[in-house]
């Protein structure tokens, strides 16, 4: 498998990419709270937020497939907005409520504290690709033992575990944690692999125009998907080149990094696949 990688903006790159080329977007765009990542790309005004959100969304969307999906981590300042923009241009399949396991200490004595992201699933078309079996969670042994009666007996679900749901508690990435990268918003890994492993085929394209730290990357490149990213800040860029090549360095697959853009319009799968490209 193969990741081509971009240190430029998204807006501009992916006029080079194909339209209907790709299999599923992964989007972790800035929230719109002031937060700093190297330049002002998260300090817009209200309005100028999503008027932006408006220009990468109908930059992205023509190159999903017909059997796409989409996928976008937003807060709940915007997700409304950004959400009902989407939503008249695809069909909204879950709203998921990623529980970010934060610690019932400190916060605001003003408000109740906000512990999650809202996540944003969307598909192109009522055919869209999604493996239920690729993501289902283990039933544990008493769980199990509880559904021994014969009305279960044979049951296929019962064996191969359930449906994950729509709130998915899974903990932010602490200071001391593994994963953990020098990037103030970095996703864990084990949220972007659901949606990879459910919403793209194996050998499929994943498209990421926020690479942060390239999460999305390595779940793709971790569980046999090509991708396709792109990143405006140098530092975060060198760290997704970093965790590419130690994902290479395990599967053996071939990275392409392009710090500089292609003339004119190539498709997607041709660009993984044209010889001399590693």
């Known amino acids: ?13 992916l006029e080079r990419v194909a339209n209907a080329s790709v299999d599923l977007v ?3 765009p800035p929230y719109g709270l002031g937060k700093d990542y190297g330049n002002d790309s998260d300090r817009l005004g209200v309005q100028e937020y999503f008027a932006w959100s408006q220009r990468w969304i109908d930059a992205v969307l023509p190159k999903l497939k017909a059997n796409g999906s989409l996928y976008v981590f937003l807060t709940w300042q915007h997700s409304p ?9 695809m069909a ?10 934060v610690p019932s200490m400190g916060g605001s004595t003003r408000k109740f504290s906000s512990v999650h992201d809202n ?8 055919d869209y690709y999604f493996d239920v079996d690729a993501v289902r969670i283990p039933y544990d042994a008493e769980t199990k033992k509880a559904r021994s009666r014969s009305i279960f007996v044979g ?6 575990g359930y449906n994950p749901k729509d709130v998915w508690s899974v903990s932010r990435l602490h200071r001391q944690h593994s994963e953990r990268e020098a990037h103030p918003t ?3 890994l084990e949220v972007v692999e659901r949606m990879v492993l459910a919403s793209c085929p194996p050998g499929g394209v994943v498209l990421d125009p926020f690479m942060g730290s390239g999460t999305t990357a390595v779940a793709a490149l971790r569980h046999g998907r090509r991708f396709v990213g792109y990143e405006l800040n140098p530092d975060y860029f060198a760290i997704v080149e970093k965790r590419v090549a130690e994902a290479q360095s395990r599967g053996g697959r071939m990275i392409r990094k392009e710090h500089k853009a292609h003339k004119g319009e190539i498709p997607v799968p041709d660009l993984f696949d044209h010889p001399g490209s590693a």
Do not use: C
């Open 92 to 101: 909204m399949v879950n709203e998921i409520i990623w529980d970010r396991r």
């Open 155 to 160: 049951a296929k679900w019962l064996e191969v």
């Open 1 to 13: 498998m193969s990741a081509l990688l971009y240190n430029e903006d998204a807006l501009t790159g």
């Open 186 to 188: 970095q996703k864990p």
């Open 119 to 126: 996540i944003g699933y969307f598909a192109k078309s009522r």
């Open 26 to 28: 992964v989007a972790d």
């Open 81 to 89: 907005e950004v959400f009902s923009y989407l939503k008249t241009h």
